[in-house]
């Protein structure tokens, strides 16, 4: 049934860059949002970038302005989160989340979660 499943994390060094990747199975693609939290040791779950599906449309959380880039490839079911210049603050499990929100940095209002993907970035 419906599912997202992560995959593109690891460990970097700062300066690197890491493409994530998830594949949405059953997904509303016309009427659904995609985005990308993560949560790290110690602090809350933050949202870092979305996007709806239908309009192509990106929005971005403020650590992620100027170095993430979010994008969507229709033929491969596929959200992707291009990151560049990480930093050790970086590190976190970061999740991808689908559903019909209102509010794209909601994370209350996405309905399916991914299992995540760990990305550690070393100094």
């Known amino acids: 049934q419906v599912r997202l499943v992560e995959s593109g994390g690891g460990l970097v060094q700062a300066g690197d860059s890491l493409r994530l990747s998830c594949v949405g199975s059953?997904?509303?693609?016309?009427?659904?949002?995609m985005g990308w939290f993560r949560q790290a040791p110690g602090r809350e779950r933050e949202f870092v970038a979305a996007?709806?599906?239908?309009?192509?449309?990106?929005f971005y959380g403020d650590s992620a302005k100027g170095r993430f880039t979010i994008a969507i490839d229709n033929a491969k079911s596929t959200m992707y989160l291009q990151m560049n210049s990480l930093k050790p603050e970086d590190t976190a499990v970061y999740y991808c989340a689908a559903g019909r929100v209102e509010a794209l940095t909601s994370a209350r209002e996405y309905t399916l979660w991914g299992q995540g993907t760990q990305v550690t970035v070393s100094s």
């Open positions: 996007i709806r599906w239908s309009s192509e449309s990106p």
């Open positions: 059953g997904i509303t693609f016309g009427r659904d949002a």
